[in-house]
């Protein structure tokens, strides 16, 4: 190998992310450990695991191949048009470019590349290919399988069986892989040999070894596991030895053990799992692991099944075992449970004089002193009793409430303090919490209240002014405390003087379970937490509400960091983030959380009504829960897992699941709902993930939906969308990328264009014919009506209009025979008067009846049967004449103008005392002109231009004009008479004209 390849190697192993292996100082029983068999979902008899580039951790089981997201086991399922063989499976291996080999106990390999399934040929010239026991493919993409019948190489499609060209004995082999150096090697019978980088023979390196297991520790050398025991293979490489590199842990688990990235061997069978420290580490000299490990689980009750069949260890260090009955894994817990005796339900803590913590257990009442590395040591058992108290005073010393004094001890020096009298129940003081303020103690005691001891003598809250039922109290400055209540108001008693925070909507959170007074007074209640600035509280935000709640505790580390102790476990918050929330304390606070699944006890206990949180001076912090103690490590700086890796699965739409989600996906049309199903591949915690997504053309912004890994959506519209999920873990790592697909919603013809323009034209076409329906309808009873008027009028006229007539000619042939002075002529000439009032009411309804002639849209006509009518009961003369060819009127026009016309003539027939009485209708290209000219006496200009009072005529006349944009005129004429010129724009008068012509008349 060149000495530049060497280099890339060592360089790229350095430069790859950091995951540090488990705690080897924790035993296996103090692990997380997660068992999942088959009511859980995960398949059993697993026979091999591995991890590709994408994060998905892959299991080959005798039922086929699954991919695990450390939340639930799904069935690989293939592409449409690919098939994965029924096959148990025996071997899988992931290479470097993402891609993963598959291999089968009945024979046959497989590759899975980007979703895609290819199976390679399933003969070696005329027979089936053995079972494979292991497959590895090498830099120039040569694949080579490990089968009972020998080495196969599959070149160019074909596999040829190599073993006997290569230098192999016959038979079966196994253990097959490929080395940093791009060295192969295998097991061969009781040899272990190897092929150098270009060779064309394996040499032996070691023999009379029935190899079961070959394995890499971190610093890159091989070892030989035959079950009993671990064999350092001699270095075959020329020059220095390079490190692990993280593709071969990650490329395949191993059968009967490996190293950790410490180092450390983990074993199976021994029975059970175990594990030995530090061989990985060692030089020289075969090791037994199972002989004598440093940890071991093997009873039935702590594990899934005794005999394992596969270990591995993922990206993060966690460890997972494939076994008969399901799968397993180990992964690091941040808390670790202190061990007391049992029985403790209370816990008060103090510190000694060296700094280290001390807890009183009650109801047990031990006084234990809690160690460093995690052990406790019993000082002090008393009485089991549910009261007692346990402090320091503002010297370091160590304050001790018994059933009939207080202790203070400093150094070598006891002082007891008496009780204030009358406080006694059954021979004994239930004294349940003590606070040095630096100038006076504090003493609870249950159902007697608050009391203060200060230079000697004891005074009651009462006297001091304070309210009854003190929730929490906590010491402020010198001589002052903080009381608080369950109502959430806050008291600062200094000195006698009480300053009062009642809570307000802002910062209200509830019955107050914690008190701190340092660099800022930091209040925890039942609903929240808040933070005095500038003389107000303010309340912290997180993006889970719950994680600070019933916060009953901090501790603060040497760097700044605060750890509080709520309702969900251990709030981790970094100096930094802190001082952010201090100046934007509107925004969400940054955060991890150590709750259940880290090994913490339950959750904060506040029932006890003082501190749960405290550090010792060697930086370890210990929680009391409402279940024990827990540990954290302040000083140790755990690396952070990967990223969460977040994948769309499966897209579900009309009954049909959609596996090919990297390009858009086209859904068919009528499609209005769809389910989405996400995850996100993150194996140190998968409960604590969250997500958020968003689906562009729907979602307006995120949506939180919390934990939840699937997403319906209704009532969608056809059209483009985009669907986008992000996910973040309890450390408050997003994602690299956010997972996409396109998806787009066919129409069906009904949700098309032209399907709306269709129904757009045929609406237009329905209405079309309802209106010619009801115009022919219209206008045949206008017809009707107008023949009928016709008739009416005629029938008037021929009837009784000359019935009337003849019989006044009658009465006026009779009245010219009665005298002068004749009392009958009289009566006579008042009926005579009479009926002729009755013919000039009759000619009106006649005109009217006979109006109803414009019905069919003839001006000319209509106007000669007005004129008809009027020169029948007038002496003057009517004629109509009519210039340019006619042409058809706007409806409303012509309306409007016959009105106008008629209203002229009657006027002229009425009023003129004209001889003759004329028409003009003038068709022009640019206008429309209707004149009404009569000789007579003329009229008055004054009545011409406004009207005249009482009569509405004209005046209904100038109106009618200037509602069709014409211009009407009344004036005398020079040769004697009255002349009423109208005169219509031809874009206003003329039917068929544009109507944006028509628009304009109402602009002028």
Request: aromatic share 8%.
């Given at each position: 190998m060149s000495r530049r390849i060497i280099l890339l190697l060592l360089v790229l192993a350095c430069i790859a992310p950091r995951a540090w292996a488990l705690d080897s100082k924790v035993a296996l029983s103090d692990y997380h450990h997660d068992i999942?068999?088959?009511?859980?979902?995960?398949?059993?008899?697993?026979?091999?695991?591995?991890?590709?580039?994408?994060?998905?951790?892959?299991?080959?089981?005798?039922?086929?191949?699954?991919?695990?997201?450390?939340?639930?086991?799904?069935?690989?399922?293939?592409?449409?048009?690919?098939?994965?063989?029924?096959?148990?499976?025996?071997?899988?291996?992931?290479?470097?470019?993402?891609?993963?080999?598959?291999?089968?106990?009945?024979?046959?390999?497989?590759?899975?590349?980007?979703?895609?399934?290819?199976?390679?040929?399933?003969?070696?010239?005329?027979?089936?290919?053995?079972?494979?026991?292991?497959?590895?493919?090498?830099?120039?993409?040569?694949?080579?399988?490990?089968?009972?019948?020998?080495?196969?190489?599959?070149?160019?499609?074909?596999?040829?069986?190599?073993?006997?060209?290569?230098?192999?004995?016959?038979?079966?082999?196994?253990?097959?892989?490929?080395?940093?150096?791009?060295?192969?090697?295998?097991?061969?019978?009781?040899?272990?040999?190897?092929?150098?980088?270009?060779?064309?023979?394996?040499?032996?390196?070691?023999?009379?070894?029935?190899?079961?297991?070959?394995?890499?520790?971190?610093?890159?050398?091989?070892?030989?596991?035959?079950?009993?025991?671990?064999?350092?293979?001699?270095?075959?490489?020329?020059?220095?030895?390079?490190?692990?590199?993280?593709?071969?842990?990650?490329?395949?688990?191993?059968?009967?053990?490996?190293?950790?990235?410490?180092?450390?061997?983990?074993?199976?069978n021994c029975p059970g799992v175990c594990r030995t420290d530090g061989v990985g580490r060692q030089h020289g000299g075969?090791?037994?692991?199972?002989?004598?490990?440093?940890?071991?689980?093997?009873?039935?009750?702590?594990?899934?099944?005794?005999?394992?069949?596969?270990?591995?260890?993922?990206?993060?260090?966690?460890?997972?075992?494939?076994?008969?009955?399901?799968?397993?894994?180990?992964?690091?817990?941040?808390?670790?449970?202190?061990?007391?005796?049992?029985?403790?339900?209370?816990?008060?803590?103090?510190?000694?004089?060296?700094?280290?913590?001390?807890?009183?257990?009650?109801?047990?009442?031990?006084?234990?002193?809690?160690?460093?590395?995690?052990?406790?040591?019993?000082?002090?058992?008393?009485?089991?009793?549910?009261?007692?108290?346990?402090?320091?005073?503002?010297?370091?010393?160590?304050?001790?409430?018994?059933?009939?004094?207080?202790?203070r001890r400093h150094g070598k020096t006891v002082e007891r303090i008496a009780y204030p009298p009358g406080l006694e129940e059954h021979g004994v003081v239930n004294a349940v919490r003590m606070v040095d303020d630096g100038k006076a103690l504090w003493l609870s005691v249950t159902r007697r209240g608050l009391f203060r001891w200060q230079g000697g003598k004891w005074m009651s809250q009462a006297e001091l002014g304070l309210p009854a039922v003190v929730a929490f109290a906590a010491p402020g400055a010198p001589g002052a405390m903080w009381f608080g209540y369950n109502d959430g108001t806050l008291l600062y008693y200094d000195q006698g003087r009480i300053t009062r925070y009642a809570p307000h909507e802002e910062g209200d959170i509830g019955a107050i379970t914690f008190v701190h007074s340092g660099p800022e007074v930091v209040v925890g209640g039942n609903?929240?937490?808040?933070?005095?600035?500038?003389?107000?509280?303010?309340?912290?935000?997180?993006?889970?509400?719950?994680?600070?709640?019933?916060?009953?505790?901090?501790?603060?580390?040497?760097?700044?960091?605060?750890w509080f102790n709520g309702s969900k476990g251990v709030v981790h918050v970094r100096a930094v983030d802190w001082r952010i929330a201090l100046e934007h304390p509107e925004l969400p606070i940054n955060y991890a959380l150590y709750g259940a699944l880290d090994g913490y006890p339950g959750f904060a206990s506040i029932t006890n009504h003082v501190p749960s949180a405290v550090a010792d001076a060697e930086g370890q912090l210990w929680f009391a829960g409402t279940n024990g103690i827990a540990r954290l490590d302040s000083t140790r700086a755990y690396p952070l897992p990967h990223p969460p890796q977040v994948k769309i699965e499966t897209?579900?739409?009309?009954?049909?699941?959609?596996?090919?989600?990297?390009?858009?996906?086209?859904?068919?049309?009528?499609?209005?709902?769809?389910?989405?199903?996400?995850?996100?591949?993150?194996?140190?915690?998968?409960?604590g993930l969250r997500f958020r997504y968003q689906l562009e053309g729907v979602d307006?912004?995120?949506?939180?939906?919390?934990?939840?890994?699937?997403?319906?959506?209704?009532?969608?519209?056809?059209?483009?969308?985009?669907?986008?999920?992000?996910?973040?873990?309890?450390?408050?790592?997003?994602?690299?990328?956010?997972?996409?697909?396109?998806?787009?919603?066919?129409?069906t013809f009904r949700q098309t264009p032209l399907f709306y323009l269709l129904?757009?034209?045929?609406?237009?076409?329905?209405?079309?014919?309802?209106?010619?329906?009801?115009?022919?309808?219209?206008?045949?009873?206008?017809?009707?009506?107008?023949?009928?008027?016709?008739?009416?009028?005629?029938?008037?006229?021929?009837?009784?209009?000359?019935?009337?007539?003849?019989?006044?000619?009658?009465?006026?042939?009779?009245?010219?025979?009665?005298?002068a002075d004749s009392p009958a002529r009289g009566k006579i000439e008042r009926v005579l008067r009479m009926a002729d009032k009755v013919m000039e009411e009759g000619r009106d309804e006649l005109q009217d009846l006979r109006s109803g002639a414009m019905g069919d849209g003839d001006l000319a006509r209509g106007l000669m049967l007005v004129g008809e009518v009027l020169e029948e009961s007038h002496r003057a003369v009517f004629s109509l004449r009519?210039?340019?060819?006619?042409?058809?009127?706007?409806?409303?026009?012509?309306?409007?103008?016959?009105?106008?016309?008629?209203?002229?003539?009657?006027?002229?027939?009425?009023?003129?005392?004209?001889?003759?009485?004329?028409?003009?209708?003038?068709?022009?290209?640019?206008?429309?002109?209707?004149?009404?000219?009569?000789?007579g006496k003329g009229i008055d200009p004054q009545i011409a231009h406004h009207g005249s009072s009482g009569r509405w005529g004209l005046t209904g006349l100038f109106e009618r004009a200037s509602r069709i944009g014409s211009q009407a005129t009344l004036e005398n004429r020079a040769s004697g008479g009255t002349c009423m010129r109208l005169v219509v724009p031809a874009a206003c008068a003329y039917a068929g004209q544009a109507r944006w012509k028509r628009w304009l008349r109402g602009f002028r």
């Open positions: 999942w068999t088959g009511k859980d979902g995960a398949p059993g008899e697993i026979a091999a695991m591995a991890q590709t580039a994408d994060g998905w951790l892959w299991i080959g089981s005798s039922t086929g191949l699954y991919r695990f997201d450390g939340f639930r086991f799904q069935r690989f399922e293939a592409l449409p048009g690919e098939a994965m063989p029924a096959k148990p499976i025996t071997a899988l291996k992931a290479l470097r470019n993402g891609d993963l080999l598959i291999g089968y106990i009945f024979g046959g390999v497989s590759r899975l590349s980007k979703g895609h399934l290819t199976h390679y040929p399933s003969h070696v010239g005329p027979d089936l290919i053995p079972g494979v026991i292991n497959v590895i493919a090498d830099d120039d993409g040569v694949v080579w399988a490990a089968t009972n019948g020998g080495l196969l190489q599959l070149k160019q499609g074909a596999w040829r069986n190599v073993g006997a060209a290569m230098g192999l004995p016959r038979g079966r082999v196994s253990n097959i892989l490929i080395d940093q150096y791009r060295q192969i090697w295998l097991a061969a019978g009781e040899q272990l040999m190897v092929l150098a980088h270009g060779g064309q023979r394996f040499r032996s390196v070691l023999s009379g070894y029935d190899t079961t297991n070959l394995s890499a520790s971190p610093d890159g050398r091989l070892w030989l596991d035959s079950h009993d025991r671990l064999t350092p293979v001699p270095a075959q490489q020329p020059g220095e030895q390079l490190p692990r590199p993280e593709w071969m842990a990650l490329g395949e688990g191993q059968e009967d053990g490996l190293f950790d990235r410490d180092g450390n061997y983990w074993a199976l075969v090791f037994t692991p199972t002989g004598k490990p440093d940890s071991r689980l093997d009873q039935p009750w702590q594990v899934s099944n005794l005999t394992g069949n596969v270990v591995f260890e993922d990206r993060d260090g966690s460890i997972w075992i494939g076994t008969q009955a399901g799968v397993e894994r180990f992964r690091q817990n941040r808390l670790f449970p202190v061990k007391l005796s049992g029985g403790e339900r209370f816990f008060t803590f103090a510190h000694d004089e060296a700094g280290r913590v001390l807890v009183l257990a009650r109801p047990t009442n031990e006084l234990w002193r809690l160690n460093a590395d995690g052990s406790a040591r019993l000082l002090e058992r008393g009485v089991e009793t549910e009261y007692g108290a346990l402090a320091n005073s503002a010297d370091g010393g160590l304050l001790r409430a018994g059933p009939h004094d207080i202790e609903a929240g937490v808040v933070v005095l600035q500038g003389g107000q509280f303010r309340r912290l935000n997180a993006q889970d509400p719950d994680v600070l709640s019933r916060v009953s505790g901090m501790a603060i580390s040497a760097n700044g960091d605060r897209l579900v739409a009309q009954g049909k699941r959609y596996l090919e989600l990297d390009k858009p996906v086209l859904l068919a049309p009528g499609t209005t709902s769809l389910r989405i199903e996400y995850t996100a591949l993150s194996y140190t915690m998968p409960e307006a912004e995120w949506q939180d939906p919390g934990t939840r890994r699937a997403v319906s959506y209704t009532n969608l519209e056809p059209g483009d969308y985009r669907f986008r999920v992000a996910a973040v873990n309890q450390f408050g790592q997003w994602n690299d990328r956010e997972a996409v697909v396109a998806l787009r919603i066919l129409p129904c757009t034209a045929l609406l237009a076409g329905v209405v079309y014919l309802l209106y010619r329906m009801w115009l022919n309808q219209a206008t045949l009873r206008l017809a009707t009506r107008t023949a009928e008027r016709e008739r009416i009028a005629r029938a008037l006229h021929d009837s009784f209009l000359q019935s009337v007539h003849g019989l006044t000619l009658s009465f006026q042939s009779a009245l010219t025979g009665l005298p009519t210039q340019g060819k006619p042409r058809p009127l706007d409806e409303q026009v012509a309306c409007e103008v016959y009105s106008i016309a008629r209203e002229a003539l009657i006027n002229a027939f009425r009023h003129a005392d004209a001889a003759s009485v004329q028409v003009e209708l003038a068709y022009g290209e640019a206008q429309f002109t209707v004149q009404v000219l009569d000789d």
